[in-house]
């Protein structure tokens, strides 16, 4: 990524913005859409065709972005949304079973299974996270042929391990079982293929990679299990009623509309659709290859120095789990916006004291890199962390690696 895709990012100067895993930095054509939106809704009111094209110009490209087919893509307003949608739709026997693993689960794809273990009688089967990754051996030794869903971060929101959703989703495959992947934090920083991934549905909001605002995602449901399934909740969008009017429904003619579409429901994030429309077309140009060679090349530069001044990076040296966020800490060693770890606060305070914006997950200092981070950026959290240890003396250094452990991870 070149200067010139920074400087359509005007937040990116003036602070190390590392917190893209919260919300990303918006870009000016974002903000320029938005605003032209506002615009036009203000002086002329707006026009429903138009918005409704909006919608489809951005469901096109959400498509395009995880090579599925445009009606493989529903419209919602956040992840959740589109688990409970998918989750809450799916033919439940009392007895059936669902895998995840909740240490490295956000809440919001923890909550809906024990609801439907509450009104559907179905089982939750938990299972330990494996140092701060996804079990997927230990998930697929649970697997048996009671299983109807086995779910997963794509990366997890701390430490923010990539997952082997490939195996997962292959192993899953073999007992009939249904993948259903939050992608919430990696869609926009990592190149995505659901055929490649053989998973059946995904979730994603567009305020974190996809560069855009909250309230406006996308659920993609393979069309064969789509067309399956009887939704959840319906509205005239989801609803197929060829040519006619919305209103020329007859009782007993519910048909739905095919694959994902049938989840759509009714009035539509319309200014959500307008900047993530606007934001995709940027991210398309840039190329989804060349955004996660760079935001991956800088994560490993900043794993590699954060390791090298001896603090304790989650995971250790740059490997496969590696994506594009950079833990400091013990995973797990703190509630969802905590760290245990006096030291860690500690660091933290000094990042954010060097103009560092990150965030506390879970016990770790998460530091998410997006597009308009560069080497720079990485540098100067190295040379924070630097002065943080040079300062706090002997009471930061009993948070250090020994050195013998540093060769290893
Ligand atoms: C992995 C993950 N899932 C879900 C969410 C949020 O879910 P929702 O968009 O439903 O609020 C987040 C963060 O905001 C996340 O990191």
Redesign the pocket.
């Known amino acids: 990524m070149n200067s010139q895709v920074r400087g359509i990012f005007p937040g990116a100067s003036g602070q190390v913005y590392l917190d893209v895993?919260a919300r990303s930095l918006m870009p000016e054509p974002v903000s320029a859409a938005v605003d032209r939106h506002i615009h036009t809704r203000m002086h002329y009111g707006g026009d429903k065709d138009e918005l409704r094209a909006e919608v489809e110009r951005a469901r096109h490209a959400f498509a395009g972005l995880i090579n599925s087919s445009v009606n493989e893509i529903a419209i919602t307003k956040?992840?959740?949304?589109g688990l409970n949608l998918f989750a809450a739709s799916l033919p439940w026997e009392a007895g059936d079973n669902v895998l995840v693993c909740p240490e490295l689960e956000?809440p919001?794809?923890i909550y809906l299974w024990f609801n439907l273990a509450r009104s559907r009688g179905i089982e939750v089967r938990t299972i330990p996270a494996d140092e701060g990754r996804i079990p997927v051996a230990a998930m697929g030794n649970a697997l048996d042929e009671r299983t109807r869903v086995v779910t997963m971060?794509s990366i997890?929101?701390a430490p923010g391990f990539l997952t082997d959703v490939k195996s997962l989703a292959l192993a899953a495959k073999q007992v009939g079982a249904l993948t259903l992947v939050?992608a919430?934090?990696s869609i926009g920083a990592i190149d995505t293929n659901v055929r490649d991934l053989g998973i059946d549905a995904l979730a994603v909001?567009t305020q974190k990679c996809l560069l855009s605002l909250y309230g406006f995602?996308f659920l993609y449901v393979r069309r064969e299990v789509a067309e399956s399934l009887v939704p959840i909740h319906v509205a005239r969008y989801g609803i197929d009623l060829g040519e006619a009017h919305e209103t020329a429904f007859a009782e007993d003619e519910l048909k739905y509309q095919p694959g994902a579409l049938r989840f759509d429901l009714g009035n539509y994030n319309y200014l959500g659709a307008t900047a993530a429309a606007t934001a995709l077309d940027l991210l398309a140009g840039w190329g989804m290859k060349n955004v996660e060679a760079h935001v991956c090349g800088l994560a490993s530069e900043l794993a590699t120095g954060l390791l090298e001044l001896g603090l304790p990076v989650a995971g250790g040296s740059p490997g496969s789990h590696l994506a594009h966020i950079v833990s400091v800490g013990e995973s797990g060693g703190g509630r969802h916006y905590s760290a245990d770890d006096p030291a860690m606060n500690s660091l933290y305070d000094h990042f954010v004291a060097a103009g560092i914006k990150l965030s506390i997950r879970s016990g770790v200092l998460r530091l998410s890199i997006g597009v308009y981070n560069q080497s720079s950026d990485i540098e100067h959290v190295i040379a924070a962390a630097r002065t943080w240890i040079e300062t706090k003396g002997s009471g930061a250094s009993s948070h250090l690696l020994g050195r013998e452990d540093r060769g290893r991870r």
């Open positions: 895993s956040n992840v959740s949304e956000h919001n794809n971060p997890s929101f939050d919430a934090q909001a995602g």
